[in-house]
Each structure stands twice: as structure tokens, then as C-alpha cells.
């Protein structure tokens, strides 16, 4: 089993920018992957980005390029997505997920565990 906790969520004007955490404990040696997914009110979650474990590969999905980026800090086993210059459209909540098999998936089903979400509201 892994355990994934986001953290850092919260309300920014836009323009603002905000790092998320993903702070992952247990079986953590057996992923491969950790990505990150955001769901609206009303809409279906939606893929932001995806990194693998050892942080060798990083991809975004279009809305997340220029704007997002993906880290990982492995002596601290956690996963970061720094988000500057937000919208109002980033407004969501914000999950980690954590992959055990080999490949890079931008849909929610490639994923075996989950955090339990964090909130990002951009204020216009």
C-alpha cells in the first residue's frame, strides 16, 4: 500500500502562483510514476502532469506547459507541482496519484493510489 497526503492548496488572486505537495509513504519503492490531476465542480478530473519516480521524465498536458512544473525530491519522497501565473480556470482540486507499472499515462484509471485532494481557488 502507499499513502499519498497533498498539501499546500489555498486561495491566490491570479497572476499568483502556489506549490502543491505530495507527500508519499508506504510500498514507495515499488512506483513507478507519480501524476497529478485536477477536477473542477461539475467536470470530469482531468490530467495536469505526470513524472516518474526517479524524476527522470516529466509531461504536461497542454493547459500545464510553460505555466506548471513537476519536481520530485526523493530523500524526502515527495512530489511537488509549482503553478505560477494562475487562472481563474485553475480553479480545482488538486490530486496526486501514484503509478506502480512501467509507462507515462495521462488518464486516471493507469493510477493505483490517491491523495485525498487539495483546494486551489483563483480569484479574478
Known amino acids: 500500500q502507499v499513502q499519498l497526503v497533498e498539501s499546500g492548496g489555498g486561495l491566490v488572486q491570479a497572476g499568483g502562483s502556489l506549490r502543491l505537495s505530495c507527500a508519499a509513504s508506504?510500498?514507495?519503492?515499488?512506483?513507478?510514476?507519480m501524476g497529478w490531476f485536477r477536477q473542477a465542480p461539475g467536470k470530469e478530473r482531468e490530467f495536469v502532469g505526470v513524472i516518474t519516480w526517479s524524476g527522470g521524465s516529466i509531461y504536461y498536458a497542454d493547459s500545464a506547459k510553460g505555466r506548471f512544473t513537476l519536481s520530485r525530491d526523493n530523500a524526502k519522497n515527495t512530489g511537488y507541482l509549482q503553478m505560477n501565473s494562475l487562472k481563474p480556470e485553475d480553479t480545482a482540486v488538486y490530486y496526486c496519484?501514484?503509478?506502480?507499472?512501467?509507462?507515462?499515462?495521462?488518464?486516471?484509471?493507469?493510477?493505483?493510489?490517491w491523495g485525498q485532494g487539495t483546494q486551489v481557488t483563483v480569484s479574478s
Open positions: 496519484a501514484a503509478r506502480r507499472s512501467f509507462g507515462i499515462l495521462t488518464t486516471k484509471s493507469g493510477y493505483d493510489y
Open positions: 508506504g510500498r514507495t519503492s515499488s512506483m513507478y510514476a
